[in-house]
C-alpha cells in the first residue's frame, strides 16, 4: 500500500500475531530490525493513523496495535483527499492557454473522472456501513 519495507513488515506483524499488543522490543526481536528501523518504522505507522498504542497502570512500556477498525475511516481520508488534487487540475485547466485543445479535453476528462471516482468510493463505503 505504498509504504517503505519496515513500516509495512511493522503493520503485518501487528495484524497477524496472536497477541493483539506487541512491545517495542517484541517488534523488534520478531522482524530482527535495528532499534532505529522499529522506531521509524513505528513513528511513521503512528503518523499515518494506521497503529496505535497504549500503556499499562505501573508499566513503562507501550503496547503497540493496529487500528484495523478504522479501516474505513481511513479508505475515505484518502479518497476525499484526492479532492485536491482534483482542485489543482481544475486550476491548471482555468490557467492554461485555450490553444492546447486536446490536451485541455484531457485535463477536463481527469478532473470529471477524478469527481466522479471521490462520489462512487464514498458511496460504496456509505453502502457497506448501511449493510
Do not use: C, H
Not at 522499529?38 to 497502570?57: F, M, Q
Not at 474505513?72 to 484526492?82: A, C
Amino acid at each position: 500500500m505504498g509504504i517503505a519495507p519496515a513500516p509495512a513488515r511493522v503493520n503485518a506483524l501487528l495484524t497477524i500475531a496472536d497477541t493483539p499488543e506487541l512491545t517495542f522490543d517484541e517488534i523488534r526481536e520478531a522482524l530482527q530490525l535495528s532499534k532505529s528501523a522499529t522506531s521509524n518504522a513505528i513513528n511513521y505507522l503512528l503518523t499515518l493513523d494506521r497503529i496505535g498504542y497504549k500503556t499499562k497502570p505501573g508499566d513503562r512500556k507501550r503496547y503497540f496495535y493496529s487500528k484495523l477498525n478504522q479501516w474505513k475511516t481511513s479508505f475515505r481520508d484518502r479518497i476525499l483527499g484526492l479532492d485536491g488534487y482534483t482542485s489543482m487540475i481544475r486550476e491548471i485547466q482555468e490557467n492554461r492557454t485555450e490553444d492546447t485543445v486536446e490536451f485541455n479535453k484531457q485535463l477536463e476528462d481527469l478532473a470529471n473522472f477524478m469527481d466522479y471516482y471521490i462520489k462512487e468510493s464514498i458511496a460504496i463505503i456509505d453502502r457497506w456501513e448501511n449493510k
